[in-house]
């Protein structure tokens, strides 16, 4: 007989951000070509089951309203059915390059795609509401336009948003 912890599913511990979701010298010309390659990571990494209905649901989201914020930033989101973790997939646009993301003050640098499960609408919106905190210090979004390594940045994502509130 078995107990109830033996079916208990397995919590996943995994963190938001890893090196293998970060795209160094991102250079594409569009903002739907960075959403790409970005999803394309979050796919490989096993953190979305169905690519191209991910990208579609992305696509939607981006159609509603601009998703770029001040300070070079552009994050792309969506609450998805093929989400199997919530994750968050950067890119850091090439030396002297932007992806015009909306934001009034220019074109992004940095990328973010956060992807959550479809049934996380609340923790969808403290991850998002996370990241703005995060990205309005100027030291933040410097310190990922800066950094060289993979790990680096996954790991400033990773320590320095609060997601307790997630």
Request: hydrophobic letters at 45%; a negative charge.
């Amino acid at each position: 007989m078995q107990t109830p912890l033996q079916h208990a599913p397995a919590q996943n511990t995994e963190p938001v951000a890893s090196a293998d979701l970060v795209v160094l010298e991102l250079n594409v010309p569009h903002r739907e070509a960075a959403v790409g390659v970005l999803a394309e990571k979050l796919y490989a990494a096993s953190r979305i089951e169905n690519l191209e209905k991910f990208l579609t649901e992305v696509d939607r989201r981006e159609h509603q309203l601009a998703t770029g914020l001040p300070g070079g930033i552009g994050i792309a989101h969506a609450r998805s059915e093929t989400t199997t973790q919530t994750s968050i997939a950067v890119g850091v646009v090439a030396f002297g390059k932007g992806i015009d993301f909306g934001a009034v003050d220019g074109a992004a640098q940095v990328v973010l795609l956060l992807a959550t499960p479809a049934t996380s609408y609340s923790a969808h919106l403290n991850m998002l509401a996370a990241l703005a905190r995060s990205l309005s210090k100027d030291s933040f979004r410097t310190s990922l336009r800066r950094a060289h390594d993979a790990e680096v940045i996954a790991e400033l994502i990773n320590s320095t948003i609060d997601f307790s509130t997630v």
